[in-house]
């Protein structure tokens, strides 16, 4: 990577934790994040979730339809699991081709979860089947119990569910995904081999406060919730500290401003209109940019076993207006940092602007 005061320029790097739905929201988001990202894997829970090989390619097929003419972008897949999946599921996902493995979602954790897993064990054939097969589990790492406090439930799902799971199979691939306490941190560096992890850039650039600044702020609400200051210093260390076991995972979520703006607003934060430029944020923060295209290009691509992407991107420091809202289909989209200023923007975009291809869409 070569560094100077003002540009960096890296290897086109993958997003390897997205939700861009489907339909006319995902022809909204979807060009964002081709602008920047050569590849990324795409979330499952769609309403009703792709659960099946066969849903995933359809998913996939209808992902590439929605890329802006020209534009060269490889979607990667995981499924939904669910208490009902079966073994040969697995069998057919790996020999489907662009599957990397399945999603764990704890019923009730999160945003469209309500088919998720009720209790681990009833998936033990899968994950077995999955250890033989080399899939990856990818994990939202939070128990469901209302009962437990919001901001303990990373921590409880580790020593209930991770740590055993993790045991279990041993030679199961785990990514621990959107990791947001310092708990998380250190069970990751500790961990057996295979096991990784996905940081968000508003866990790295946020703390709980932001959810309260001058009132409540339902566009930092995101799940695991933005946690301490503490935590957060942690997280910025672990992926500055160059260690290959933590990779770049957006979790850029979009929902409607209506769905946001609401008496129960849903989690999820949009990033994708800035993600490298706010990771690039957050690394500059810590004086850690050289190690931004590790974890952006590299070691997500390594622990998945594909190839490094080819071709470049150039950032430049230099500040712009993130757009209050952006168009979504009849409704709009606020984004991270709406109304307010990013340091960095991709060269050869205009800053901020709709990606070719995807006004009026
Ligand atoms: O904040 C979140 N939004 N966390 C999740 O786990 C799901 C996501 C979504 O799909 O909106
Ligand atoms: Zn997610």
Known sequence: MSTGPTTITLRRPDDMHLHVRDGEMMRAVLPFTAARFARALIMPNLKPPVTSTRQALEYRRRILQALPAGVRFEPLMTLYLTDRTEPAEADRARAGGGILGFKLYPAGATTHSDAGVTDIRRVDAVL??????????????????????????????????????????????????????????????????????????????????????GGLR?????????????????????????????????????????????????????????????????????????????FACEHGADFYGLARNSGQIRLIKKPWEVPASLPCGADRLVPLRSGERVAWQVADEPPGATPAGAAGR
């Open 128 to 213: 077995s089947r999955m250890e033989e097969t080399g899939l990856v589990l990818q994990v939202h790492g939070e128990v469901a119990d209302p009962d437990v406090d919001i901001f303990e439930r990373e921590a409880r799902f580790i020593d209930t569910v991770l740590s055993p799971l993790a045991a279990r199979f041993p030679r199961l691939r785990i990514v621990f995904e959107h990791i947001s306490t310092r708990a998380a941190v250190q069970f990751v560096l500790c961990a057996r081999e295979g096991i990784a992890a996905t940081v968000t850039p508003q866990h790295l650039l946020m703390n709980r406060n932001a959810l309260f600044a």
């Open 218 to 294: 339902p566009h930092h609400y995101c799940l695991p919730v933005l946690k301490s200051e503490a935590d957060r210093e942690s997280l910025l260390a672990a992926v500055a500290g160059g260690n290959r076991r933590f990779f770049l995972g957006t979790d850029s979520a979009p929902h409607g401003r209506a769905a946001k703006e609401a008496a129960c607003g849903c989690a999820g934060i949009f990033s994708a209109h800035a993600a490298l430029e706010l990771y690039a944020e957050a690394f500059e923060a810590v004086g850690g940019l050289e190690r931004l295209e590790p």
